[in-house]
């Protein structure tokens, strides 16, 4: 198996798992720690996070392998290593299941411009885009 190019990812310094840190709406921070939930800490504050208690939101039996920002609410959609898709609300943190588990991990996650729609795909080949006002 040939070695992948790019850039290794972010260790967040406690756990030594993988992260990768996504800035949603008033500076809070998505950090993608291969988890049942997607973790949002807050950086908005002066201090920062320290002491703050994130917003864990998506949480299922499968771990999260993608978060994508919505382009201008306040939401996040998560993909799964299911393959399953939700999108969530922040701060609240309720979130819906957009599409079924199934064909893979979700491997790669985006809304369009107007955020009318989010495409997505799997590491099985499986690729769609879920229109949200459809539903």
Known sequence: MAPRRGRP???????????????????????QLLAEMAVLWPFHFKDGPQGK??????RRSAVVTRVACHPSDDAL??????????IARIPGGEFVLVREAGDGPVSALN?????????FGTEEGMAGVI???SG
Do not use: N
């Open 9 to 31: 990812p972010a260790h967040d310094g406690l756990s030594g798992q993988a992260a990768v840190a996504v800035v949603v709406g008033e500076g809070a921070v998505s950090r």
């Open 53 to 58: 208690e994130p917003l864990q939101i998506g």
């Open 77 to 86: 959609a998560v993909g799964y290593a299911d393959g399953a898709v939700a």
């Open 111 to 119: 809304w369009d411009h107007a955020g009318l729609r989010l495409a």
């Open 131 to 133: 229109d949200i006002r």
